[in-house]
Antibody, heavy 119, light 106 residues
Framework: QVHLVQSGGGLVQPGKSVRLSCKAS????????MHWVRQAPGKGLEWVAV????????DYADAVKGRLTISRDNSKNILFLDLNNVRTEDTAVYYC?????????????WGQGTMVVVS | DIHLTQSPSSLSASVGDKVTMSCRAS??????LHWYQHKPGKAPQLLVY???TLQTGVPSRFTGGGSGTDFTLTINSLQPEDFASYYC?????????FGGGTRLEI
């Protein structure tokens, strides 16, 4: 079975840092681009970041550019999101998600979500 | 950046009803439009991709349509498990974006 299992997050003080992890299983992790998506309380889904399958390319939403860093370890099948200098507006449930195929594809597998509260 | 506008923002219906929700893109995105179902405390689930292709395992009562800038998601014969929020997403260009969602309530 294919799974993305998330860990990390919790209560973080403004200006501090936190790392989120997303462990993949059941598929060839290194063959797919991966994303982070977040949902602030009472709000909709917001795309946050993408990383290419080999980790050679990453891109970010303007709202987080310069503060968030996406990375991956294909040898361990893990995706990371480092949130640095966090702000109260970063409070959200963060989801990792997998591209269905290579290219302009939807996200066909999502993690269970992990909450980050900045306060 | 491409902006997606979903309507209505909320929708009340009953089990057995047919409902249709819309998603409008701020520019032509061909069929790079996808639909997700999201329930509280759960991971979003892909329902329809490329505007009209049903994801494996999704019931056939879900139908997607449209191209260019205007898209629809129709649910025939609503079931109790269909009451959730629905989001459209475009992957035509970066940054990827989501619509604001339609909340389907009993």
């Amino acid at each position: 079975q294919v799974h993305l299992v998330q860990s990390g997050g919790g209560l973080v003080q403004p200006g501090k840092s936190v790392r989120l992890s997303c462990k993949a299983s059941g598929f060839n992790f290194g063959s797919y681009g991966m994303h982070w998506v977040r949902q602030a309380p009472g709000k909709g889904l917001e795309w946050v970041a993408v990383i290419a399958k080999d980790g050679g390319y990453g891109d970010y939403a303007d709202a987080v550019k310069g503060r968030l860093t996406i990375s991956r370890d294909n040898s361990k099948n893990i995706l990371f999101l480092d949130l640095n200098n966090v702000r109260t507006e970063d409070t959200a449930v963060y989801y990792c998600a997998k591209d269905r195929l290579t290219g302009a594809e939807p996200f066909d597998l999502w993690g269970q979500g992990t909450m980050v509260v900045v306060s | 950046d491409i902006h997606l506008t979903q309507s209505p923002s909320s929708l009340s219906a009953s089990v057995g009803d047919k409902v249709t929700m819309s998603c409008r893109a701020s520019q032509n995105i061909a069929t790079y439009l996808h639909w997700y179902q999201h329930k509280p405390g759960k991971a979003p689930q892909l329902l329809v991709y490329a505007a009209s292709t049903l994801q494996t395992g999704v019931p056939s009562r879900f139908t997607g349509g449209g191209s260019g800038t205007d898209f629809t998601l129709t649910i025939n014969s609503l079931q109790p498990e269909d009451f959730a929020s629905y989001y459209c997403q475009q992957t035509y260009t970066h940054p990827v974006s989501f619509g604001g969602g339609t909340r389907l309530e009993i």
